[in-house]
């Protein structure tokens, strides 16, 4: 998706997560989760008001299944998205270090790693 005048942010999407950043998102007093529309998650506010548990199998600490079905790994992905996205997990609002050496304020939005890893404990997943 390109920046537009609606939207003044760039994204890229893959089956991990969406990436949102530059345009608005630079400006550091802004709430990033709140400018971004997302496409992976829905916001806490409108999830579901009851709980929704998983029980995540590992092996070798790779997820191999949700509540006993076994998932190819990126089946795994898709159903932890569908799942802990449509329950507002996975939102990430953050300022991360690039390789060639700057820093860039990022959004996220990932619901398969927010249900797997949870939030960071050094950070607040602001949703």
Do not use: W
């Amino acid at each position: 998706m390109k920046a537009s005048v609606e939207k003044p942010y760039s994204s890229d999407e893959n089956c991990l997560h969406i990436s949102y950043e530059a345009g608005q998102l630079e400006d550091l007093e802004a709430n990033g989760v709140e400018l971004v529309d997302f496409g992976m998650t829905v916001s806490p506010q409108d999830a579901p008001d009851e709980e929704e548990t998983l029980e995540i199998a590992f092996e070798s600490g790779v997820p191999v299944s949700i509540d006993g079905q076994a998932y190819s790994p990126l089946e795994m992905v898709k159903e932890l998205n569908t799942r802990a996205g449509r329950n507002g997990v996975g939102r990430i609002d953050m300022v991360e270090n690039r390789f060639v050496g700057m820093k860039s304020r990022g959004v996220r939005g990932a619901g398969n790693d927010g249900a797997v890893r949870g939030p960071p404990p050094d950070r607040t997943v602001d949703a």
